[in-house]
């Protein structure tokens, strides 16, 4: 019986972990998705428009990824 118990648990740990994996995959796809969006935003943009919010082309990358607040919310 106790080998069954341990089985038992065992098998529960397995989907803990797989759920766990899951969800940190969907939040990253998640996290990524929100990045793809701010770039696309941002890199319709006028270099004019960029610049009053103290961004340059170069900038995009790293504020799609990192935004800070100088940047707009797209």
Known sequence: MA?????VDGFGSFFS???KGL???MDSMSEGMAA???YQGLSAMSDTALAKHG???????RE???PSRRSLEV
């Open 3 to 7: 080998a069954l118990y341990a089985f």
């Open 17 to 19: 972990r797989l759920e």
């Open 23 to 25: 969800n940190e995959f």
């Open 36 to 38: 793809y969006r701010r």
């Open 55 to 61: 961004l340059n082309r170069g900038d995009l990358a």
């Open 64 to 66: 799609a990824m990192f």
